[in-house]
């Protein structure tokens, strides 16, 4: 990653954004009433109707990218979610010892779930996605609860929220932020020092369509997160869930730009995003996998503008 300086001012905030990796394992552990819940109609996608192809190369890829993160080390990892397949143990450890989380060489990072790492409400309360990524989970937070928690970079609040919810049936993948949590964020952005904040989640504001998601495939109270967001002056919103990456500078369902990092890991869409930011300049690279030389190279540029109207209304300054 460039850094980029400007005269007279502070060095860019450099972040690595990457999301829906889908690491698996073997074995991967079944227990009998595993059988009875989604994973089994879920792991007869995966094994036989093509996901498992889609992601047949995801331990090479990703372990591209972590010597991609530790040749050009970002001031902060952002990861949206989606670590494993099917939400087993065995493939959160695969998956964060790939992603080199907790490792004495760990680069310092920011990570939420993604549905698939609440597989199933079992899945959900065992906290095994919390206790594997737990190092990148450390921040500030409202009386000790898990989620939302807010790590600071420069001047810039990376705000995390949990936007995924176990599912019992087979054909849902939606999630949604419960009230609590609502509260607790609102409260949060509220008492953050000034600097602009970005919001971190699993789910997307809008499709690359910029049409909205199905709610069996979406964040079923959107409007409810993106009114708290936007009243605390979230900025920009980052995000997984779709595996093709894509950014809306004005979404009609947000009054800040979206950025969707897609899938890091999957065949033939294979990237993340590097951004810098300075003062409200947003400028960003995206970096693909290519499979002849086994390498992430830089595939294009965009930028965006973060609304510094929002940041400051809701930031003033001393
Ligand atoms: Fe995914
Ligand atoms: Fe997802």
Not at 35 to 59: S, V
Not at 91 to 113: D, I, K, Q, Y
Not at 140 to 163: C, M
Request: hydrophobic fraction near 40%; glycine fraction near 10%.
């Amino acid at each position: 990653m460039n850094p980029t300086h400007r005269a007279n001012a502070a060095p860019a905030v450099r972040l690595a954004h990457l999301s829906d990796v889908h690491i698996t394992a073997r074995p991967l552990g079944w227990r009998r009433p595993d059988w009875f819940t989604k994973r089994f109609p879920g792991w007869i996608n995966y094994r036989w109707l093509g996901r498992a192809h889609r992601f047949r190369r995801a331990d090479e890829v990703l372990a591209a990218l972590l010597t991609d993160l530790r040749a050009r080390p970002p001031d902060r990892v952002i990861f949206s979610g989606d670590a494993t397949a099917l939400g087993f143990e065995a493939e959160f450890v695969r998956a964060a010892l790939l992603l080199g989380v907790g490792s004495p060489e760990a680069l310092p990072g920011l990570a939420v779930p993604g549905n698939h790492d609440y597989y199933t409400p079992a899945v959900q309360r065992s906290g095994l996605f919390e206790r594997y990524f737990a190092p990148w989970q450390t921040g500030e937070r409202i009386d000790g609860t898990t989620y939302p928690f807010a790590q600071r970079v420069g001047p810039v609040w990376l705000v995390a929220v949990n936007s995924c919810t176990g599912n019992r049936a087979p054909w849902d993948a939606g999630g949604s932020v419960d009230a609590p949590q609502l509260e607790r964020l609102g409260l949060l952005l509220e008492r953050l020092e000034p600097g602009p904040r970005i919001l971190v989640t699993h789910y997307p504001v809008a499709l690359s369509s910029g049409q909205k998601e199905r709610r069996t495939h979406g964040l079923r109270n959107l409007t409810d997160l993106v009114r708290v967001a936007a009243r605390g002056g979230v900025c920009l919103w980052l995000h997984g869930h779709r595996h093709g990456p894509y950014c809306l500078p004005s979404p009609s369902f947000a009054p800040f730009p979206v950025i969707c990092a897609g899938s890091a890991t999957q065949y033939g869409l294979w990237s993340y995003n590097e951004y810098a930011i300075a003062g409200s300049r947003l400028e960003a690279t995206r970096r693909v996998y290519a499979p002849g030389t086994r390498r992430f190279e830089d595939a294009g540029t965009f930028e965006l503008s973060l609304n510094p109207s929002v940041a400051e209304a809701a930031n003033p300054g001393p």
